[in-house]
């Protein structure tokens, strides 16, 4: 059985003369912390709504469990959405609006979990605030409630941690951590590389309704990794020189000019010496040190060049 529990090919939304998403294409496997990662207006908010349900895509297709979407689908029964306006009933607690969202969902049957799940978001059961009164952290929290309240396999929260503060953030992140590690499959977006970076396994960057990279968690790492990036003539023939003069292990090919070696702490002009007193010429020589905001940064930027 394949481990794929959400695949889109082609999935496209426009609005008017908006394309908010173009041909976005990709697989999401059972157990993964899918991170979406974009700006404003990237289309984070539309992608995720259409995965969801709640937006009809203008072209391309989702699949889901296997299965081909299309209109009521019961497969949309197995996914728990927050996103953008969580939909809260704010004149009533949080447990009346657990309450009124089984009534409404027909899960009469998920009345005796509304405390075990206020307790699961670290919302106290007894409290009869009103939601109104909440603060933002506490809004998200409920709103992840209601997201699994009918017990689903897949999770997506658009910016859960929008507006929290450092410790709900932390909350959160911990709560997300949990509920994957029960099986739950998430999908999470944000603005903020550095802060996904703390939970997802796989990283998607949306940049102006494109995807324009999706990484695993170690290939990211690698690319923000200290690093001496060298240019040489022959890259075929500096490797062993690498090694066999400089005892350097750790370094990637890139193409047939770059090599990148992942050892900061030795000294450029001993690589140049030894790959120039071996007949290599070095064309250039830089050292890295990219934090992942800063990847990101560059990733969007240099693609609103490529494209004018
Ligand atoms: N219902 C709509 N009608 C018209 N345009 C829309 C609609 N929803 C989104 N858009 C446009 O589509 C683009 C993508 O919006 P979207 O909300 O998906 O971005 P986002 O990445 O979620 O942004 P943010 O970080 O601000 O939440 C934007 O240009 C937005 O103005
Ligand atoms: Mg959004």
Redesign the pocket.
């Known amino acids: 059985m394949s481990n794929v529990i959400i695949e889109v090919n082609q999935l496209t939304k426009k ?2 003369s ?1 394309l ?1 998403v173009r041909q976005a294409d990709f697989k999401i496997y059972k157990g993964e912390i899918f991170g979406l990662i ?1 700006q ?7 992608l995720l709504k259409m995965i969801g349900g709640l937006v009809y895509p203008s072209t391309g297709k989702i699949h889901l469990f296997n299965s081909e979407m299309n209109a009521n689908h019961p497969y949309y029964e197995r996914m728990g959405l927050l996103i953008e306006n969580a939909g809260l009933y704010p004149q009533y607690s949080a447990y009346d609006n657990l309450k009124f969202v089984a009534m409404s969902y027909g899960l009469k049957d998920h009345l005796k979990h509304i405390n075990e799940l206020l307790e699961l978001v670290g919302l106290s059961r007894t409290n009869k605030t009103k939601v109104k009164n909440y603060s933002m952290g506490m809004k998200q929290r409920l709103g992840i409630a209601i997201a699994l309240m009918g017990s689903p396999d897949v999770l997506i929260l658009d ?1 859960p941690i929008n507006g929290l503060d450092p410790q709900g953030i932390s909350d959160i992140r911990n709560l997300i951590l949990d509920l994957n590690s029960k099986g739950i499959t998430i999908i999470i977006s944000s ?1 903020i590389l550095e802060e996904l970076s703390k939970v997802a396994t796989k990283y998607a960057i949306i940049h102006k309704g494109e995807i324009i990279e999706i990484h695993s968690k170690e290939e990211l790492l690698l690319k923000c990794e200290d690093r001496i990036e060298v240019e040489v003539s022959d890259v075929k023939m500096a490797t062993p020189i690498l090694e066999e003069h400089l005892n350097i292990g750790n370094y990637k090919v890139m193409n047939d000019h770059t090599v990148c070696i992942y050892d900061s702490h030795i000294e450029n002009y001993r690589i140049v010496n030894a790959l120039v007193e071996n007949g290599i010429s070095v064309h250039s020589i830089m050292k890295h040190k990219q934090s992942l905001e800063q990847y990101f940064l560059e990733r969007t930027e240099s693609v609103v060049t490529a494209h004018g």
């Open positions: 609005f008017k908006t908010a974009g404003n207006g990237a289309g984070k908010s539309t910016e603005h």
